[in-house]
């Protein structure tokens, strides 16, 4: 008997994140400016209220969406600014802590 060579199995991880497309996920209208959804960066919407009419849809697969868009990209820092220095003589400023 000849062996058969082992086909690769299937993994359970989540689909590689698609370019976002250039309609809107919940209308499919096509305006000029689109926005994509900030989590996972892989559907786009024309407005606030089609982002949220189609979250209940959404939202189940945005999660496995915004982890393999992670692994692909590097995320974003949040803040402009340039990184704080630390060392010896940078104390806390007066206004770093609440009063």
Known sequence: MAEQPA???SSST???PSPPSQACAHCAATPDSLKQCL???SVSYCNRECQKAHF???KKECA???QAYVKTHEPR???RAPPRETG???GIGKWEYDT
């Open 39 to 41: 989590k996972c960066h």
């Open 64 to 66: 496995g969406l915004a």
């Open 7 to 9: 086909e690769a199995s």
């Open 88 to 90: 010896k003589g940078k």
């Open 77 to 79: 820092m949040a803040s």
């Open 14 to 16: 989540p689909p590689a």
């Open 56 to 58: 209940k849809t959404h």
